[in-house]
């Protein structure tokens, strides 16, 4: 069933990675992990859909994205196509607002979004465990962003098993600052488990443990060690009263606060950029 000239709006939630383990290599060149994912509800891009013939065809506000088969919306729009036998075709613009390179998984919940989105302009009976499949294929964050609360995420990712909380007591409060590069996930992940990178003296690096969670990032390590900015920014917010508790997400570029209840986060982010690096992208809001 077609649905004419339906137009499907919907929000792609960038995540935070509240710990990430990498366990081992696997055969397929992935890596075996273990990591608790929080959607951030605030901050999302915007996916905009309407039928079209003739397959599909990519806009965005972001010059600098490609609107071919390099971006994960295309390559979501032609697996759609691809499994549910019909002329799927769709204009689709992408309104980003989630920073690339980041370690919040843009690139994947656009593509879940897309998934999502195309099922239903086009009415099709595609269910969820096929749409599961689609998505673990497209890359390993995207099925996460199928379901919309916080996750434990294992095998390369893509098992995605819905947790309650977290925390128990409530979506936390966080402060997301980033630098001007973007940090590429395949090269934070192949040197993952190499011994020869050594962690940087003096950034906190154990775990941090707050309202029965463990927060840590077994990323940080070969990140900070070409990145050192990054670590210059979560031993800065470390030891700031107003943080609980500082992290990368993911493989970064982005590191994360846990903030005190109350806290000035525009007059911590101005902060930052005054001893840091006056070209810090911020976000806050709430985790969870």
């Not at 509800?41 to 039928?51: A, C, K």
């Not at 749409?131 to 995420?153: H, N, T, Y």
């Not at 979506?171 to 050594?198: C, E, H, I, M, Q």
Request: charged share 20%; net charge negative.
């Amino acid at each position: 069933m077609n649905h004419g000239s339906q137009t499907v709006t919907r929000k792609a939630p960038a995540k935070l990675n509240l710990s990430l383990r990498v366990i081992a290599r696997r055969g397929d060149g992935f890596h075996e992990i273990d990591t608790l994912m929080v959607p951030l509800p605030g901050l999302h891009d915007v996916l905009t859909l309407e039928p079209a013939v003739g397959g599909t065809r990519l806009s965005c506000n972001d010059a600098t994205l490609p609107t071919d088969g390099g971006n994960l919306v295309v390559r979501a729009a032609n697996a759609f196509a691809e499994a549910t036998g019909i002329d799927a075709g769709a204009r689709i613009h992408l309104e980003k607002r989630i920073p690339s390179g980041a370690g919040l998984g843009g690139g994947s919940s656009d593509a879940a979004a897309t998934l999502l989105g195309l099922r239903e302009l086009h009415g099709t009976a595609l269910d969820d465990d096929a749409l599961r499949e689609l998505a673990a294929d497209i890359g390993s964050d995207v099925p996460f962003f199928l379901q919309s609360g916080p996750a434990r995420c294992t095998g390369r990712g893509e098992v995605v098993t819905p947790v309650s909380g977290p925390p128990s007591t409530g979506p936390l409060p966080v402060l997301l600052l980033k630098p001007s590069f973007p940090v590429a996930t395949a090269d934070a992940y192949r040197r993952a488990l190499d011994p020869g990178v050594a962690a940087i003296p003096g950034i906190p690096m154990e775990p941090s443990r707050i309202d029965g969670l463990t927060l840590v990032n077994d990323l940080e390590r070969p990140v900070f060690a070409k990145h050192r900015l990054l670590a210059e920014l979560k031993l800065w917010l470390a030891l700031r009263a107003e943080c609980r508790a500082a992290l990368m997400s993911g493989s970064g570029s982005v590191v994360f606060a846990v903030l005190h209840p109350g806290v000035d986060a525009e007059a911590l982010t101005r902060a930052a950029r005054h001893e840091l690096d006056a070209t810090l992208w911020s976000w806050h809001g709430e985790a969870g």
